[in-house]
């Protein structure tokens, strides 16, 4: 079954058409995450004195994420993990966008 194409889907109803898969993203959108990522990483090492600032700029990064990325369950934990006191020194953001990444290139179509 091609990606692009819509899964039919009978029921009770009668025929529904349904995606196969949830739609991937584009390298360009998905370079622009990355680099979001690594640039809130970045900033958040110098951050760790001020946690109100850090806690902003966490925040920050998570909606342009949601921004770009689309509604994703990934980007919830790694909100987390970032306002846990210490994980600052750890590139939260940037494992997140590539989990997102890998898991999209292997995820199966429905069938």
């Known amino acids: 079954m ?13 025929a529904e058409a349904i995606p196969a898969q949830t ?14 990522a690594a640039i809130s990483d970045f900033l958040a090492m110098w951050t760790v004195i001020a946690p109100p600032l850090q806690v902003a700029l966490d925040v920050v990064t998570a909606i342009i994420l949601f921004l770009i990325l689309g509604r994703r369950w990934a980007l919830l934990p790694g909100l987390v993990a970032e306002a846990i006191p210490g994980m600052g020194v750890f590139p939260v953001w940037v494992l997140v966008v590539l989990s997102i990444i890998i898991y999209d290139g292997i995820k199966k179509p429905l069938r």
């Not at 091609?2 to 889907?9: M, S, V």
Request: aromatic residues 4%; glycine residues 8%; charged residues 25%.
């Open 2 to 14: 091609e990606a692009n194409k819509p899964a039919i889907i009978v029921s009770e109803k009668g």
């Open 23 to 36: 739609p991937r993203h584009s390298r360009s959108r998905m370079a622009i995450a990355f680099g979001v």
